[in-house]
């Protein structure tokens, strides 16, 4: 029973049995509390007999909030003791912390608390002349009618609900109400007599929480990843998502254990050792994952765990992502391919070949068995290029790769390490072995022919690697070999021996020099053509820059060493390219004045990279090919004789080439006009001498060379 009451008191359930008694209840009515729990009121209140005279007892009634009767009994026959007990029903009413209220038949408030009177914002003399209705909420007022009616029809004993009510200031009150009908001994409705409790706040805080979940519902639902929510180890919640990943219903993921539904059989112990440490460290990130989906396929996953805190510190369990990214596992694994391997013969690039090399030979020398290298190279394939084009030469080549490919055997590698040379690593196979597979390459090659090209031949060098002290030397070995077995004939395999090593010493430092020179420019060539493959626009760009250089130079009287040396720089003048983006060589409008800075750096960075390569003054040619006569080019800014003449030479040679191709910034230029660009450029970009020298070159009347149509304006690549 609550606050002690000094009058006897009963508390009844709605039935009206009595579920307490006070003391001073228990000794009015002369039973003990068992005596009185359970049993009707009018039953105990009608038999009791004080003193033995009998006795009239009456009842005060007052509805509670949690729907129990508060009962206060009172001794008919003494008007001081029914004053008293009224004062004290009169005091719980009025003092009572939660509203209260007496209305008549009709729902006009008859009698009001002051918590009541707080609850709604307004006075008592505002409410007594309000009914209830009236400040009830407009959207609850239909509602309130239709159980007012159900009690007033004998449907309910009475009414409990939330609601709402207006204050005056026009804002909402939440309230639990509890009103009971009383009637009179007809079953008259008379009154009715009400408590509310205030749960405004309790609601707001309620609504706070469930937008929260919203919220945080509809961030798990948007989400593109997989979710997890873990407790221990058991799952407590997850997304579609995560459904839509692995493929089991959320009912079948929802408190499963470790491990876990998507675990294959196979992962579940490094999978395990991973999550005791990510539990340990409390949080951990690993794309190294695989998975499985209830249909039995596998995929790489991403997955993060991270330990939850509420208040305090206390853990929360873990929050776990889970994203599949078996798609840029196979672009990654793409790439590493494409990074080791040529496009063009689909065998092992140069990369490749050297890293491939290295292991091989790094394990051959573990376990103590031999291995042998073998490179070889097309005999005359500049004469295919040269006479069939290069797309002819690209088919050749790829013929090649899939010839050299058929006869490589398990555990063997073969690779192209340049523009027509290949390279063979073939483990646990001595020096004649690997001479008996070069030479059936050799007649493989040699005995069927290429579509439109005919016959072709290779030559071969073979080396040992117990005669090499490490892997550069057993290349170098090989690829001297090769130098020889092009220089006594070509169309043969020659084997580097312990028999033959004493000739080749003979005159090996010049040959290997020239073995060792003739591979570094082999590599330039390539990357120039890399360069080209960059920009599609620009193929051959190169090659038809170093024949018109080498003829311009040949018409200024140069010797044929100086015409041959200008040629070979003329190739490779634009191979400092390589450090342009494909986005900048391939961008059709203007560049920005960082691309220009950047563009500008290539005649240098070829410079550095050419060095060991061209000699100097061939370096310096390429260094000065985008100088102007009037010095405004760059990157020095020289003007005149300040340029070497080979540089002024290959500037006409590329600008010609550039003014009459198509390119993605521009359309080529008729003959005439680039003809005439040429003459309103001498003096200013062009060297007066190189470029009188081209016009005499291209005639005055060779309008019959007139490239593709269109017009742009000129722009130096």
Request: proline share 3%; aromatic share 6%; with cysteine.
């Amino acid at each position: 029973m609550p606050t002690p009451l000094p009058a006897p008191a009963l508390v009844l359930d709605q039935r009206g049995l009595i579920v307490e008694a006070n003391d001073l209840a228990v000794e009015l009515l002369r039973r003990s509390r068992d005596e009185l729990i359970g049993r009707a009121v009018a039953e105990v209140v009608e038999g009791a007999q004080p003193d033995g005279a009998p006795l009239r007892l009456t009842a005060l009634r007052s509805q509670q909030i949690d729907g129990t009767i508060l009962c206060l009994l009172q001794v008919a026959h003494g008007d001081e003791l029914a004053e008293d007990l009224v004062s004290y029903f009169d005091a719980a009413f009025d003092r009572a912390p939660i509203g209260m209220a007496i209305l008549d038949a009709d729902g006009g408030y008859l009698r009001v608390n002051d918590a009541l009177c707080a609850m709604f914002g307004r006075t008592r003399a505002q409410l007594v002349c309000t009914r209830y209705n009236d400040i009830t909420h407009p959207d609850d007022r239909e509602r309130d009618s239709e159980l007012a009616r159900k009690v007033l029809n004998g449907e309910l004993d009475a009414v409990q609900l939330e609601k709402r009510f207006v204050k005056l200031d026009g804002s909402i009150v939440w309230a639990i109400a509890n009103v009971t009908c009383l009637r009179d001994e007809a079953g008259t409705a008379i009154a009715w007599v009400g408590q509310w409790q205030d749960v405004t706040a309790h609601r707001a805080v309620e609504g706070q929480l469930r937008r929260e979940r919203d919220v945080s519902a509809a961030m798990l639902a948007a989400m593109h990843e997989g979710f997890c929510h873990i407790d221990g180890d058991k799952i407590t919640q997850v997304n579609d998502a995560m459904c839509q990943l692995v493929g089991w219903t959320r009912e079948e993921i929802v408190g499963h254990s470790w491990p876990y539904l998507w675990v294959p059989e196979d992962e579940i112990e490094q999978q395990t050792l991973t999550r005791e440490r990510w539990q340990a460290e409390g949080h951990g990130e690993s794309e190294d994952f695989v998975l499985q989906r209830k249909d039995g396929r596998r995929f790489n996953a991403s997955i993060t765990s991270a330990r939850a805190t509420g208040p305090g510190g206390k853990s929360l369990g873990y929050v776990v992502t889970i994203r599949d990214v078996s798609q840029r596992k196979r672009h990654e694994a793409e790439l590493a391919r494409q990074a080791t391997h040529d496009t063009l013969t689909g065998l092992i690039n140069h990369r490749g070949f050297q890293e491939r090399l290295r292991d091989e030979v790094a394990r051959c020398r573990r376990h103590g068995v031999t291995l042998s290298l073998v490179i070889l190279d097309v005999d005359h394939f500049k004469h295919v290029n040269d006479s069939h084009g290069h797309p002819t030469g690209d088919r050749v080549l790829a013929e090649l790769g899939r010839r050299f490919r058929a006869m490589t055997r398990g555990g063997e590698h073969i690779a192209r390490v340049g523009g027509e040379e290949f390279a063979w690593i073939l483990p646990a196979t001595d020096g004649a072995g690997a001479y008996a597979a070069a030479e059936r390459a050799r007649r493989a090659v040699e005995r069927l022919p290429f579509e439109g090209v005919g016959h072709l031949t290779i030559s071969a060098g073979v080396c040992e690697l117990g005669l090499a002290g490490d892997v550069d030397e057993l290349h170098r070995m090989a690829d001297i070999a090769l130098y020889w077995a092009k220089d006594h004939g070509r169309n043969i395999v020659f084997r580097y021996t312990p028999k033959t090593a004493l000739h080749l010493e003979a005159r090996g430092d010049r040959k290997a020099g020239a073995g060792e020179h003739r591979l570094r420019v082999r590599a330039m060539h390539a990357l120039a053509r890399i360069v080209e493959q960059g920009h599609p626009t620009s193929d051959g760009h190169a090659e038809r820059v170093a024949d018109l250089a080498a003829e311009l130079a040949e018409r200024l009287h140069w010797s044929p060493a100086a015409v041959r040396s200008l040629r070979d720089a003329g190739v490779l003048h634009d191979v400092g390219k390589v450090i342009v983006p494909k986005s900048t060589l391939l961008k059709p409008g203007s560049f920005t004045a960082a691309e220009w800075a950047q563009m500008r750096l290539h005649p240098v960075v070829g410079d550095d990279m050419l060095e060991g390569v061209l000699s100097d003054i061939q370096r310096a040619w390429v260094r000065g090919h985008h100088e102007r006569w009037d010095g405004r080019g760059y990157p020095a800014g020289l003007a005149a004789d300040a340029i070497s003449q080979g540089a002024r030479i290959l500037s006409v040679a590329d600008a010609w080439d550039v003014m009459t191709s198509v390119r993605v910034y521009s359309g080529a230029l008729a003959f005439d006009e680039a003809l005439a660009e040429v003459r309103r450029s001498t003096g200013g970009q062009f060297d007066p001498s190189v470029a009188s020298v081209l016009v005499e070159l291209l005639g005055e009347d060779a309008v019959a060379r007139a490239a593709t149509k269109g017009r742009g304006e000129p722009r130096s690549p």
